[in-house]
């Protein structure tokens, strides 16, 4: 009777440790995805800031 709830209790916390490790992973690539997300909006926005400054100088130069 020892055996079996030793056994239980192994199994347990296989299981426990199982879930912690999915859960660590899951939570890094949800990580990675945010790390992805904030890249691309700061890619967009550059690109925006980059229009807006040429739009400047093209405003600057027709007035001269």
């Known amino acids: ?3 079996t709830r030793t056994r239980s209790t192994i199994m347990n916390l ?8 999915q859960m660590s992973e899951r939570l890094g690539e949800a990580r990675q995805s ?9 890619r967009r926005l550059s690109r925006k800031a980059e229009q807006a400054a040429q739009q400047a100088r093209l405003a600057l130069a027709r007035a001269l």
Do not use: K, S
């Open 34 to 42: 945010q790390r992805g997300h904030q890249l691309v909006r700061a």
């Open 1 to 3: 009777m020892n055996i």
């Open 14 to 21: 296989m299981h426990e440790e199982l879930a912690r490790a």
